[in-house]
């Protein structure tokens, strides 16, 4: 899922302008029909690649071999 969605994709030329403006003034994003549904969305997102990496995380702790725990005896 793509996480930057609120962000617009500036051409070459506009990205070349950037870097000149110390303003900030060519800023652009896209925007939901609410806030709150803009972010809700973002916030979505953002929960999507949490629990991607955690499923990542879980299948790489199951592939890596088990040792057995020394004995407190």
Request: glycine letters at 6%; aromatic letters at 10%.
């Amino acid at each position: 899922m793509r996480t930057d969605f609120l962000f617009a994709m500036p051409s070459w030329l506009s990205g070349a302008a950037r870097s000149l403006d110390l303003a900030g003034q060519f800023d652009e994003y896209n925007e939901g029909p609410t806030e709150q549904a803009a972010d809700a969305k973002a916030l979505l997102a953002d929960w999507r690649v949490v629990g991607e990496s955690l499923a990542e995380a879980m299948k790489a702790f199951r592939r890596e071999p088990q040792t057995q725990a020394p004995s407190t005896e």
